[in-house]
Each structure stands twice: as C-alpha cells, then as structure tokens.
C-alpha cells in the first residue's frame, strides 16, 4: 500500500467517500506524495510518450500554425506565447526553434507556461535555457490586456473529473471509498443535477458522463482573453464530442494499470470532452483530428525533408514517428485538435 492510499483511507474512514476528482487531485498533485510533485513521467523511463517526444516535427508544426495566425492578425506586439502543461519544455524549445525566421514574432513573444510540477519546471528551465520565461500555476495570471497565443498539449485529459450515470429519477455520482481495507470506487443515491440537464437528451438510463469542473475557468479564462485582445489557442488531447462512457484510466510503465491499486505511483486521466471546452470559450473555434491537422500542415513534405539525410536504425524510427502521429489506427484519429479564435478571423492553419 502506498503512503498517499493510507492517507486518503484515513481520509475516507473518518469523513466518508470522496469523488472521483477529489481522488484524481490528490493521486496527482498531493504535495508529498502525488504523481506529478514527485516525478519526470515521460520517457521510455517513465509512463508514457507525448507527441513532442515522439518528433521534432510536431512542435514545429505547432509552432508555424500559431505564427501564421499571429501574422493573419497584424502581427500583435507585444503578445504572450503560453503553454499549458508544458511537459519538459520540448514542445516550447521546437516551436521556438522553427519560429526563429518569422520577423518579428520572438521579438514580440513574451513566454509563459502554467505548470503545476516542480520537477518538470526544473526539466523546462534546462530545456528553455536563454529565453526569458514566466512559470505560472494558473491560467487566471496570464496577462489579460495582451493578445494571447497558446497550445495545450496533454494537458486537459489530467484533470480531475466526475462521473456521473443516468438513473430514471436522476443521476448516481462514482464516489470512492474503502472495502475491506483498499480504496474501491462505488455510486452515491440518485440525485437530480441541473448541471446535466442539456445530457438528457442524448444520454438513456444506465449511461455515463464525465464532467471536468476545473476546464470550464480554464477556457473561459483563455477565450476570454484571445475574444477581446485576438490570439488563438491550439488544444490536443485523445477525446471525443460529447460521447458518453466511462474513460477514466491509470497508466504505469506504458502500460495500463487499475487506477486504485497505487494512488500516487501511477498516472491518472481521462478522455476529453471537447464539446464541454468549446461551450466554456467566448471564441470561435474548429475541430478536427491530428492526423488530418498536421497533414495539412505540411508533415508529409517535412518528414521527407529529415528523411533525406537518415539511414539504418535512424531512419526507420523516424517512419515509425511520423506513423505513430499521423495513422489513424495511431494517434491520427484518436488524438484530436480544437482551436480557439476571435470572430472574424480566419481559424489558425491546420484546421478546417
């Protein structure tokens, strides 16, 4: 039993059962002992890969979307370049890089990246030495009088969720408690939930719906800022639209694991609803999936290009990269791209 299961079923003993995003907050982000205050997660040696550590190309192609959009809006100055859950920088460190030629656009660009991990901060100073960045903890500190160009990348599918599943007379919350010593998810009474009210009408009993409570300020506090001063926003994530279904799942050593054998040690998230993050954002936006995002961004003729001057082991990985990126039986399709823009203005290139 890990440290972190013993507090929380002391928790729960003494107070009664938890929610699920209770439970998620505290697995990931406990000070002494959650998943993302204790650890570098990426990496053959961690728990999972990310598209910027698969390919260069996926942070370049990032990187020229949001410039081109930054140029199509008369090239704001100054504005503030953000990453959401900048992982070890890598994404920040190639959209720089392949950026480096649009006049102008670093000159302007005043860096910030809202991290929660005092361990990935550590790996993003390392990964961004030279450039002055900002560390914030909530998107609520970016600078609200400035246009704001952004890419979140992985970053909603960790936060905490609810579940809830649809009841003739209402709607049943998963609660977490304890069974016979260990930690064990379980449903509350049937309650009636306004929140829910527009699920009804393509949801039947027996179904089940996540909610993300701490997304909606997220975006909103984002949209908010590219409606008013322009901007635009590229959020990528593994989701869906509005589907139902229960997709709350741990991760370990690459490997899927039960999400309540070892609170702490292993990587929690869920599917993301970007249906829900479009509703919560005053802006425009469009939708569509990464494969047909990063084709249409040119990944074909780049991947080319890098070809040209590999061989043996390096060349077959680098196939084997733009494959896991673009297939849809890869992350092509399960992998979806949603960008927010102000009225009026053309949606950054890549999308539909």
Known sequence: MTPLARLLIRR?????????????AECLLHPAHGYYATRDPLGVAGDFTTAPEISQMFGELVGLSLA??????????????????????TLMADLLRATRAVPGFHAAARLHLIEASPVLAVRQKQALAGFACHWLTETAALPATTALFAV?????????IRQFTRDDGGWRETMVGVTKGALTPGLSAVAPLAGLDHRRSDTAPGDMVET??????????????IARHGGAALIIDYGH????????QAVQAHAFADPFAAPGLADL?????????????????????????LTRLGITARSARLAAHLSGDRLESHARATHRLTAA?????????????????PPPPGMP
């Open 212 to 225: 993300c409570p701490t997304a909606g300020p997220v975006m909103e506090a984002v949209g908010q800022r």
């Open 241 to 248: 639209w509005g589907a139902t279904g229960a997709t709350f």
């Open 329 to 345: 039986s890869e992350m092509g399709s399960l992998f979806k791209v949603l960008a927010l823009y102000p009225q009026h203005t």
């Open 12 to 24: 729960i003993e003494a107070a009664g059962p938890i929610t699920l995003a209770d439970y998620m």
């Open 269 to 293: 998230t869920a599917h993301v609803d970007f249906r829900a993050l479009a509703r919560a954002a005053p802006t425009a936006h469009s939708f569509t999936q990464q494969g047909a995002f």
């Open 68 to 89: 081109q959009a930054w140029l199509d809006q008369g090239a704001p100055a100054p504005f503030a370049l953000a990453e959401l859950g900048p992982g070890r920088g």
């Open 152 to 160: 979140a990348n992985e970053f909603f599918d960790a936060l905490p």
